[in-house]
T-cell receptor
Framework: NAGVTQTPKFRVLKTGQSMTLLCAQDMNHEYMYWYRQDPGMGLRLIHYSVGEGTTAKGEVPDGYNVSRLKKQNFLLGLESAAPSQTSVYFC???????????????FGDGTRLSIL | GQNIDQPTEMTATEGAIVQINCTYQTSGFNGLFWYQQHAGEAPTFLSYNVLDGLEEKGRFSSFLSRSKGYSYLLLKELQMKDSASYLCAVNRITGGGNKLTFGTGTQLKVEL
């Protein structure tokens, strides 16, 4: 029972490099989310998706792009990495909050990303 | 906008009871979640409140007062493994759909 799986778990990038973080869920959830977590800032929503083929901006979307080509996968891209994007990135999924508002978001184990 | 406040740190003794408070100001309120997060790990779900009152789940209970914009998480019979960060998260309905906004978390340290 995998739940939410994120790859990679760790990555070090140089400023200006690009990369894609992968998230996969096997719970048939409609909604998927990408957060970043920084010390003293809590979890902040970057982008989210309410279903296959849809994406929407969250609280801190600048510098990131996302795609949801398949229901089970949600990709987060950094086109030109900056030191300010050094963070721990969490992916989460949930049933539709409209259909099941009491169902929590399920989180992956996180990706620790350092930009030098 | 919205604002979620919870204490940054708390310390308690093994076997004791601790209450972690969370206050919020928001529109479109649609429930409040508590999550536990151990260092270096993912947040895990603890409780959900949408109506006023107390929800009890074993050693953990959570309370909500919507009129006061206030919730607390009560941990009884503290164990060393309860040392973790506790995140309060408010679910709200917006023009863009349901969104969850997290507080910065309360780091709980359980001592002998």
């Amino acid at each position: 029972n995998a739940g939410v799986t994120q790859t990679p778990k760790f990555r070090v990038l140089k400023t200006g490099q690009s990369m894609t973080l992968l998230c996969a869920q096997d719970m048939n959830h409609e909604y998927m989310y990408w957060y970043r977590q920084d010390p003293g800032m809590g979890l902040r929503l970057i982008h989210y998706s309410v279903g296959e083929g849809t994406t929407a901006k969250g609280e801190v979307p600048d510098g990131y792009n996302v795609s949801r080509l398949k229901k089970q996968n949600f990709l987060l891209g950094l086109e030109s990495a900056a030191p300010s994007q050094t963070s721990v990135y969490f992916c989460a999924s949930s049933p539709s909050p409209y259909r099941a508002p009491n169902q929590p978001q399920h989180f992956g184990d996180g990706t620790r990303l350092s930009i030098l | 906008g919205q604002n979620i406040d919870q204490p940054t740190e708390m310390t308690a003794t093994e076997g004791a009871i601790v209450q972690i408070n969370c206050t919020y100001q928001t529109s479109g309120f649609n429930g409040l979640f508590w999550y536990q997060q151990h260092a270096g790990e993912a947040p895990t779900f603890l409780s959900y409140n949408v109506l006023d009152g107390l929800e009890e789940k074993g050693r953990f209970s959570s309370f909500l007062s919507r009129s006061k914009g206030y919730s607390y998480l009560l941990l009884k019979e503290l164990q060393m493994k309860d040392s973790a960060s506790y995140l309060c998260a408010v679910n709200r309905i917006t023009g863009g759909g349901n969104k969850l906004t997290f507080g910065t978390g309360t780091q709980l340290k359980v001592e002998l």
